[in-house]
């Protein structure tokens, strides 16, 4: 719990919410909500779908295997200046995030 002890601030948006949910076992729903709840919720708007358009514009030829929900979460990292904290470095190729590694 370190970085609780910190004060870290973490934001959690919908497509994370989706994308945990999505692999997830009835058994840990209330786990899952245990942890969101330690989390800022951050809404996603047009401008964010918009820029996740664009990235995928820029990207999704060069760089294979992105998926929406990915340009999606640059985008709402983008747009609420915070650092998208990911294992997946190579799904987000955009040089106007930050990235934080697992």
Request: net charge negative.
């Amino acid at each position: 719990m370190l970085l609780l002890e910190s004060e870290t601030r973490f934001l959690i948006c919908p497509v994370v919410v989706a994308e945990v949910y999505a692999g997830a076992f009835k058994r840990e729903y209330s786990d899952i909500e245990a942890l969101f709840d330690l989390c800022q919720r951050i809404d996603m708007d047009v401008d964010t779908g918009r820029m996740a358009g664009l990235y995928a514009n820029q990207f999704s030829k060069a760089f294979s295997g992105i998926s929406l929900e990915d340009y999606l979460m640059a985008a709402t990292a983008r747009t609420h200046r915070c650092p998208l904290w990911t294992h997946n470095r190579k799904h987000y190729p955009m040089d106007d995030i930050e990235l934080l590694a697992l």
